[in-house]
């Protein structure tokens, strides 16, 4: 019998669940595993060879689980560990599989979302410090004025479920007027965190009018759209039974209950130990 490949989805937690929901929507009939390291997260302010093993190993078990395509729905793993692995594992060890990030098709179409040609970019510490959005905006909008804010608090307020609650708004206004404050410009914030949209309804409470904020679920959806009609060798692997499976290296439960805003009624998910100790925080 022909084994099921999957489109795997990573990311350190919850997070790449609000990619993965666009996703879903506009390609239902692939099948999918996701894969959250809730254990091990938030990655923001772990040291480059951490983000590196740890997303590494994700990748790998999302492989063993006969995923040829694996989108790393984390902008953390996407700045540190994709380039690596693109370049000097995937060739050596697993040629003809495919990993995917989600910073630079966020960047191709950034541009088209401000018109005081000033951007905010918030992200994780590690997101922000690797300076890959500078890079990759630049590399397509060269005149674009980007003013980067990190928001270490953000993500773990989100796997702690504490987003929803009021203690959640001091560290949500904060890191706002933080970036503001560097540049009266700025009409368009990216979310370059795929945690953060779960935040959206804290944010508009203290966003100045005029200043929009721009999620990267959509964009990663159409560019894998894109990227499966360029790659009909990569497509024609992949099954198309609408399946979808959820696995995290955390408590499978909590998972379930989080999980369930995006799909709700569908995530039963499994837990998964990892070689090298999913314990590890
Ligand atoms: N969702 C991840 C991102 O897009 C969060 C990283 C973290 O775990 O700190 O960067």
């Given at each position: 019998?022909?084994?099921?490949?999957?489109?795997?989805?990573?990311?350190?937690?919850?997070?790449?669940?609000?990619?993965?929901?666009?996703?879903?929507?506009?390609?239902?009939?692939?099948?999918?595993?996701?894969?959250?390291?809730?254990?091990?997260?938030?990655?923001?302010?772990?040291?480059?060879?951490?983000?590196y093993?740890?997303?590494?190993?994700?990748?790998?078990?999302?492989?063993?689980?006969?995923?040829?395509?694996?989108?790393?729905?984390?902008?953390?793993?996407?700045?540190?560990?994709?380039?690596?692995?693109?370049?000097?594992?995937?060739?050596v060890?697993?040629?003809?599989?495919?990993?995917?990030?989600?910073?630079?098709?966020?960047?191709?179409?950034?541009?088209?979302?401000?018109?005081?040609?000033?951007?905010?970019v918030?992200?994780?510490?590690?997101?922000?410090?690797?300076?890959?959005?500078?890079?990759?905006?630049?590399?397509?909008?060269?005149?674009?004025?980007?003013?980067?804010?990190?928001?270490?608090?953000?993500?773990p307020?989100?796997?702690?479920?504490?987003?929803?609650?009021?203690?959640?708004?001091?560290?949500?206004?904060?890191?706002?007027?933080?970036?503001?404050?560097?540049?009266?410009d700025?009409?368009?914030?990216?979310?370059?965190?795929?945690?953060?949209?779960?935040?959206?309804?804290?944010?508009?409470?203290?966003?100045?009018?005029?200043?929009?904020?721009?999620?990267?679920?959509?964009?990663?959806?159409?560019?894998?759209?894109?990227?499966l009609?360029?790659?009909?060798?990569?497509?024609?692997?992949?099954?198309k039974?609408?399946?979808?499976?959820?696995?995290?290296?955390?408590?499978?439960?909590?998972?379930?209950?989080?999980?369930?805003?995006?799909?709700?009624?569908?995530?039963?998910?499994?837990?998964?130990?990892?070689?090298?100790?999913?314990?590890?925080?």
């Amino acid at each position: 019998m022909m084994s099921k490949k999957s489109i795997g989805i990573f990311d350190s937690g919850y997070g790449g669940l609000t990619v993965f929901e666009s996703i879903a929507k506009l390609l239902p009939d692939y099948n999918y595993i996701y894969f959250g390291d809730n254990a091990r997260a938030p990655y923001g302010d772990h040291s480059f060879e951490t983000i590196y093993q740890y997303t590494l190993e994700c990748v790998e078990w999302l492989f063993a689980q006969g995923c040829p395509l694996v989108i790393l729905a984390c902008n953390t793993a996407s700045a540190k560990a994709l380039r690596t692995i693109q370049q000097k594992v995937l060739p050596v060890k697993y040629p003809g599989y495919r990993v995917l990030g989600v910073i630079r098709p966020t960047a191709e179409v950034i541009g088209s979302y401000t018109k005081t040609n000033s951007i905010g970019v918030m992200g994780t510490r590690g997101t922000v410090k690797s300076e890959s959005y500078l890079i990759e905006i630049h590399h397509q909008y060269p005149e674009l004025n980007v003013i980067q804010q990190s928001c270490p608090m953000w993500v773990p307020l989100i796997e702690n479920n504490e987003h929803v609650n009021e203690g959640a708004d001091y560290f949500v206004k904060k890191y706002i007027d933080n970036l503001l404050e560097k540049s009266g410009d700025i009409d368009a914030i990216l979310l370059a965190c795929t945690h953060y949209p779960l935040l959206v309804p804290k944010m508009k409470d203290y966003l100045p009018e005029g200043v929009s904020l721009v999620s990267q679920g959509d964009i990663v959806a159409d560019s894998l759209v894109d990227y499966l009609n360029r790659h009909p060798e990569i497509e024609g692997e992949l099954t198309k039974e609408g399946e979808m499976s959820f696995y995290t290296t955390g408590d499978n439960l909590v998972f379930d209950h989080n999980a369930s805003i995006f799909f709700p009624g569908e995530v039963v998910s499994s837990q998964v130990r990892l070689n090298c100790g999913s314990s590890k925080k």
